[in-house]
């Protein structure tokens, strides 16, 4: 299943519904990453804070992948490439 995530506020809510969904405390998950359940909350509450390496961690332990998707430019989808014909 794939989740839009535009702001730190929907990371929030995913990660959070995530750990839930896994049947994971947030104790249960900091002993897995090495952190106390209250860096746990703060990473569930305000994702920004974390550095990108224990993101991938907590994401890794969630057993979800991360995916950039390239969108093209405004002025892209509305000029399009002319064709060669």
Not at 52 to 74: G, I, N
């Amino acid at each position: 299943m794939e989740y839009p995530v535009l702001t730190t506020a929907q990371l929030a809510l995913h990660l959070r519904s995530l750990r839930k969904a896994r049947g994971l405390t947030q104790t249960a998950l900091g002993e897995k990453l090495g952190l106390n359940q209250a860096r746990v909350g703060k990473i569930e509450r305000d994702p920004g804070s974390v550095s990108v390496r224990q993101l991938m961690q907590l994401l890794a332990l969630l057993e979800v992948r991360l995916s950039l998707v390239d969108q093209p430019h405004k002025a892209q989808r509305r000029n399009p490439e002319p064709r060669p014909w």
